[in-house]
């Protein structure tokens, strides 16, 4: 459903994507972690069709009204309702009202329909672009970061959308630096550090390669070995 093979990205004089290659197949959550600044936002931006790279090749299967895109800076009208927000971008779809519905009640925001986005507590407004991203109904969803500095409790109800869009038909591109996430929600993972895919697997596989004491190491124990950081969360 997406494929980069060699990709590189360059800001100037600065490479930040270096030969990046990876497949993400149909209807599975794909995982792509690394700390900030590790290149996860560019991959997706080139996917999406926001940026160009600069050699190899990046595709993905389905046309652009067939994909959804939640960023970090989610592009939600302030003083406008929740069912506002989503019915403008209902009519910008050329899709029914009602779906403006659907989407507030398939991520739980029914009761704040006619609140202002201004008064969201930051997992809701999460909430809310996750719900603007999938009006459409895509075959392909990106989510960028969709619970950094959320609470532990709002973190695990976006897990099981997440998990319920999956089991739906949509395929999923998560980045993420939280390792436990990704264990707990990808059936694939690509680590990312400095603009390099370092390891690519299955969460458990990946671990297991790296079992050199003959007991199953965590995610962010081999992200550690491979990267020389002190913690996925380390911003370079």
Sequence with gaps: MITMTNVVKRFGTQTVLHEVSFNVEKGEIF???GPSGAGKTTIINILAKQLTADGGEASIGAQPFETGLMLEDDGLYSRLSCIQ???LFTGIYGLPKD???LALNAVGLDAAAKKAVNKLSQGMRKRLSIARAILHTPKILFLDEPTANL???TALGIHKLIMSLRDNGTTVFLT???MEEAVNLC???ALLNKGKIVEYGIPKEICERHNSFK???DLESVFIK???TKSAEEVK
């Design 215 to 217: 007991t199953i190491p």
């Design 99 to 101: 779906k403006a519905d």
């Design 31 to 33: 995982g792509l972690l």
């Design 176 to 178: 993420t630096h939280n």
């Design 151 to 153: 609470d532990p409790t």
């Design 187 to 189: 059936n694939h993972v």
């Design 226 to 228: 491979l990267t020389g």
């Design 85 to 87: 927000n989503l019915q």
